[in-house]
């Protein structure tokens, strides 16, 4: 689990760059009207869920020295996935009008997947937790 700091820091230093990318440059984007304010959010809400993900997975990195390795390990790449089809899809979703890639529309669905994936990985976290207490 350790080899997994690396992938833990490159994510947690784009969910800062993204978080500042949303604050400084898209909200100033809002007045030509090729970003709205609700996109904006949502641009922001990938963000803070990356980075809630980001600071979990160290906790999985840390705890995997005491607790159940294999249900950290899932709970590890499903929120490593729920990053990535989560707010990876806000940001492509909430920029498309940026690139002139209304297409790219059609990724909505692929949100609430993420989410899901989230809710998995904590529940894998759990259960872990609870593996371990029931073994003592």
């Known amino acids: 689990m350790i080899k997994k700091l690396p992938l833990i820091g490159i994510l947690g230093a784009i969910g800062i760059a993204f978080g500042a990318l949303g604050a400084h440059t898209l909200k100033n984007k809002i007045a030509t009207g090729l970003i709205t304010p609700d996109q904006v959010n949502g641009f922001d809400t990938g963000v803070k869920y990356q980075m809630y993900h980001v600071l979990a997975m160290l906790a999985i990195v840390v705890l995997s020295q005491t607790y159940a390795q294999k249900y950290l390990k899932w709970?590890?790449?499903?929120?490593?996935?729920?990053?990535i089809l989560f707010s990876g899809s806000l940001y492509i979703l909430c920029t498309r009008n940026l690139f002139g890639a209304e297409g790219l529309r059609l990724l909505g669905p692929i949100t609430p997947i993420g989410g899901i994936l989230f809710v998995a990985g904590w529940l894998c976290l759990a259960f872990s937790i609870i593996k371990k207490s029931n073994e003592k």
Do not use: K, S, T
């Not at 709970?75 to 990053?83: P, R």
């Open 75 to 83: 709970a590890f790449n499903l929120f490593l996935w729920g990053i």
